[in-house]
């Protein structure tokens, strides 16, 4: 019995230790604001190798802040990481659900992979013309949409195979002078 007691004793000293040094540590005011310097300024240099850990320990540090989850899809979509884009873009809508530059880029990476299928769609249909003209069809009209304003329509990629780059689509960036500006509640 003692046996069992002690044991128990063990076990539940083992658990609270490291339940412990699993928690996260408080981060004060001033560490939080440098390291969101530190993340901004690695994100508007184009640094994406530092940007994207300094960003995700500010979303810890500040977990209900949506601007590092913006600029972190920001980046991953920028890199055609389509689907953590779509996690952190996600993640900003269950911070500030009305934020239209978030609801817009997700909205852009939702074509892009939707136009990923149609072009797998087209190179695997094989011998079978309807389903490859259905899928060629579906994604010129996706690749339209992704087109920037300013392309025409001879500048669009002659077939599917023709992929266009990952930047298809134009994102649009935070405005942190007036971050409700585009609150579309």
Avoid at 8 to 17: E, I, N, S, Y
Avoid at 151 to 168: I, L, N, Q, Y
Wanted: proline share 8%; hydrophobic share 45%; with cysteine.
């Amino acid at each position: 019995m003692i046996l069992r007691f002690i044991a128990v004793a063990l076990l539940l000293t083992a658990v609270g230790v490291t339940g412990c040094a699993a928690q996260p540590q408080p981060v004060t005011p001033a560490e939080q604001f440098a390291l969101r310097k530190s993340a901004l300024n690695a994100y508007k240099t184009g640094d994406a190798a530092t940007a994207i850990p300094l960003l995700r320990e500010w979303s810890e540090a500040a977990p209900d802040l949506p601007e590092p989850w913006f600029r972190l899809g920001n980046l991953y979509a920028r890199q055609g990481r389509n689907l953590e884009a779509v996690s952190a873009y996600r993640a900003v809508l269950a911070r500030a659900p009305g934020h239209g530059k978030a609801l817009h880029n997700l909205a852009i990476v939702h074509l892009r992979l939707s136009r990923e299928a149609w072009l797998q769609l087209h190179q695997l249909a094989g011998d079978d013309p309807l389903l490859q003209a259905h899928a060629e069809s579906r994604y010129r009209a996706l690749t339209a949409l992704l087109r920037p304003p300013a392309m025409t329509a001879s500048e669009e990629p002659a077939s599917p195979d023709e992929v266009p780059d990952a930047e298809a689509g134009e994102l649009v960036e935070f405005d942190s002078a007036d971050p409700n500006r585009y609150d579309l509640r």
